[in-house]
């Protein structure tokens, strides 16, 4: 295979050493088409009936397109359709402009003229290809040849214009593609564009949009911003144009090919929703628009609601979004990987903490909630995962905020518990993990009953007093005890039942509901032997919460010495 490669012929970019493309960002969004409906629609195995282009149609419609192109009303009875019924039926907004294309040939421009009467908004995309290698195999013509059918279009198309605003309010505007553009010679595209702009009468005021399609990807997208600054600079009318890409996804760099051909001067991007189109695809405009999103540039398109976006794709074309496609895919925020998913927590607690109105979470460039996706687990837990994951999983999904010391240990069974399955698990199973090591602890010692009180101590100290019941095997045992607190008084009670080798490390606690049953939950870290161990209580007195944590760190102790 390696020397099969020699059939290919390198391809070779033009000398530009005046671009200064290079130094520019972007600042705006670019006038976004969709090409779903033609463009995406002819690469689908079973193309879209009408129902599903009119649902299709209505959900672009939403997101916020103001130029859709809906079809080769020429080519085909079922493209002729759905253009029929959008009009007859009224159903594309006053600020919305159809799009359809045609071939620049008679009797083919004459069918598309006739399929647009009627509607409101319309701009006819014509277009001959032009490059070099389609001149050659497919037309054997010369340059000039191609020019002459571009041109003789045109003049059709301007004709035609004039006769059918004469009884109706139709406003036409004109697209043309020299087909191929990026195959062709620079010099003969520029040619070629400036005179089909002096056939269709072009002005600043009046201007055409010129499309410059990436019809088949053929080198690296800095060559492609090369020809469209070289193009947008050597054009005698280029302020009579609005300079449009449409470029194809063969070498998969159709994102960044568009990207740096809207910093090279282009104002226009045709593209689908996540990239379908023919071989490997258009330009992905979702992906576009929410680049320029997560710049702080507004995209001027909506996709706040993704999946719902991605479900009607998904139905109408049947086909699949990758579960990694940027920005929609079902695996695109969620993190396995253990430093990932400790990042991931520490950002989001960051941000809490620090109120920032800048979003600062490392690996996720951007918010999910901002594509309504905030009830997606951002955090997924298998065998790689780490301490951070679960402890994120417990704060996201239960309102369980473990204290950092807490992170290890839990982290550990959590491993623990995926390795023996063997496959990820989910955030209830993590939970259940989380009750059965922590809530339901109950033997050997179980707290009955109790009971906390102050006393003054005299001096202005008071004193607190434990009493209550602990079981034991069986047993029923009372204690008493009296402390500087409820933890020392409780401390000082067990000690009475031979529990007075355990020392205190660290506590902390915080509410887990609201209302009338708000509950508050404590952790509780003691040291036995020079082993650390966590327990966990709940209750409604905060107090009582430390004294069941308390009871659960030495029951947890002495179960694992029992193992």
């Given at each position: ?7 290919y ?17 972007i600042?705006?969004a ?36 103001k ?53 409101k ?16 195999v ?36 004109y ?38 399609p990436?019809t ?12 469209i600054?070289y193009?947008?600079?050597?054009m ?14 063969d ?30 695809g ?9 680049n ?25 074309t ?17 993190a ?5 998913q400790d ?20 690996y ?10 905030q ?6 837990i ?17 309102g ?9 240990e ?12 063997g496959?990820?698990?989910?955030t209830?199973?993590?939970?259940d ?11 050997p ?18 004193i ?9 095997h ?8 009296k ?8 401390f ?12 205190f ?6 509410a887990?509901?609201?209302?009338a ?12 032997d020079?082993?650390t ?12 919460a430390s ?17």
């Amino acid at each position: 295979m390696n020397q099969g490669c020699k059939k290919y012929k390198p391809f070779q970019p033009i000398s530009f050493p005046e671009r200064t493309w290079p130094d520019k960002t972007i600042t705006k969004a670019p006038v976004w088409c969709s090409v779903d409906l033609r463009d995406g629609n002819q690469a689908l195995v079973n193309p879209m009936n009408l129902e599903q282009k009119l649902e299709f149609f209505q959900m672009l419609c939403d997101i916020g397109f103001k130029e859709i192109e809906v079809g080769f009303p020429s080519a085909s009875e079922t493209e002729y359709e759905i253009l029929r019924a959008l009009i007859d039926q009224d159903l594309i907004p006053d600020d919305v402009t159809i799009q359809v294309l045609v071939q620049a040939r008679e009797h083919l421009i004459r069918k598309t003229f006739e399929a647009i009467d009627g509607a409101k908004n319309v701009i006819v995309h014509f277009y001959n290809s032009t490059s070099t290698l389609q001149r050659k195999v497919v037309f054997n013509t010369d340059m000039q040849g191609v020019i002459n059918i571009a041109v003789e279009g045109a003049r059709l198309i301007r004709q035609l214009t004039e006769e059918i605003t004469q009884n109706s309010g139709i406003n036409i505007r004109y697209e043309y593609s020299p087909e191929s553009f990026s195959g062709t010679e620079m010099d003969n595209a520029v040619l070629i564009c400036d005179r089909v702009l002096e056939e269709l009468g072009a002005t600043p005021d009046n201007k055409v949009i010129i499309n410059l399609p990436n019809t088949v990807e053929m080198s690296t997208p800095n060559t492609y911003a090369d020809q469209i600054e070289y193009c947008c600079r050597s054009m005698k009318h280029r302020d009579a144009a609005i300079i449009s890409l449409h470029p194809h996804n063969d070498r998969g760099t159709a994102t960044a090919a568009t990207e740096l051909g809207v910093m090279a001067g282009a104002d226009r991007v045709e593209g689908t929703l996540f990239g379908n189109g023919e071989r490997t695809g258009n330009s992905d405009i979702m992906n576009l628009a929410m680049n320029l999103y997560s710049q702080g540039v507004d995209p001027e398109l909506d996709f706040s609601h993704m999946n719902h976006i991605r479900e009607i794709y998904e139905r109408c074309t049947e086909m699949k979004v990758h579960p990694r496609h940027p920005y929609a895919g079902t695996l695109v925020f969620t993190a396995f990987s253990g430093s990932h998913q400790d990042a991931i927590n520490k950002g989001v607690n960051f941000m809490q903490k620090e109120n920032s109105p800048y979003w600062e979470v490392p690996y996720l460039p951007i918010d999910p909630a901002d594509l309504g996706r905030q009830y997606e687990p951002i955090i997924r837990i298998n065998s790689q995962s780490g301490k951070g994951g679960a402890a994120f999983v417990m704060h996201q999904s239960f309102g369980y905020i473990l204290p950092k010391a807490m992170h290890p240990e839990f982290g550990k069974l959590v491993k623990k518990a995926c390795d023996q399955a063997g496959r990820e698990i989910s955030t209830q199973e993590v939970f259940d993990i989380f009750k059965g090591e922590y809530l339901e602890v109950t033997k050997p010692y179980h707290l009955l009953t109790y009971k906390i009180f102050e006393e003054d101590g005299g001096q202005g100290q008071v004193i607190v007093d434990f009493e209550g019941t602990i079981r034991h095997h069986g047993e029923t045992k009372a204690v008493s005890g009296k402390g500087n607190g409820p933890i020392d008084a409780f401390f000082n009670a067990i000690g009475e039942i031979g529990l007075s080798h355990y020392e205190f490390v660290s506590y902390s606690e915080h509410a887990i509901s609201t209302g009338a049953d708000s509950k508050a939950v404590s952790y509780i870290q003691l040291k036995h032997d020079g082993e650390t161990i966590f327990g966990v209580g709940i209750d409604s007195n905060i107090s009582i919460a430390s004294v069941k944590g308390i009871i659960c760190a030495i029951n947890r102790q002495l179960k694992g010495q029992e193992a």
